[in-house]
C-alpha cells in the first residue's frame, strides 16, 4: 500500500528539469502570436512551447475554446493568414 500512495503523491512534487537554449528558427508571424499568447497567459515563451508540445505528445487539446478565440484575433493582427496545412509549402525567404 505504501508504493501505491507513494506513487499517488509523486504527482505533487516538484521535478527539477535542465533548460538548454536551442537556436531554433520559426516564422516570423507565428512567434509574434506565440508570444503575446504568453503574455496573455503571463508565462515565458518557452514555457508556452513546452506545454503545447507535452500536450500534443500526449495527444490532448492544446489550447481552450477561449484561448482558441484569443489566438484567432492575435493571427489577425499580425496577419498570420495561414494553418499547418499550408506549412509544408513554405520557402526560406532571402535576406
Known amino acids: 500500500m505504501k508504493q501505491q500512495n507513494d506513487q499517488m503523491s509523486g504527482k505533487d512534487q516538484n521535478i527539477k528539469v535542465e533548460r538548454v ?3 531554433m528558427r520559426m516564422e516570423k508571424r507565428m512567434v509574434k502570436v506565440l508570444k503575446a499568447m504568453a503574455e496573455y497567459h503571463d508565462i515565458p515563451l518557452g514555457v508556452l512551447i513546452e506545454r503545447i508540445v507535452l500536450r500534443a505528445f500526449d495527444n ?7 484561448s482558441l478565440k484569443k489566438i484567432k484575433s492575435i493571427k489577425e493582427v499580425y496577419d498570420m493568414n495561414y494553418d499547418s496545412e499550408t506549412s509544408n509549402r513554405w520557402i526560406d525567404s532571402e535576406h
Open 21 to 23: 537554449q536551442t537556436g
Open 60 to 66: 490532448k487539446l492544446v489550447f481552450s475554446e477561449e
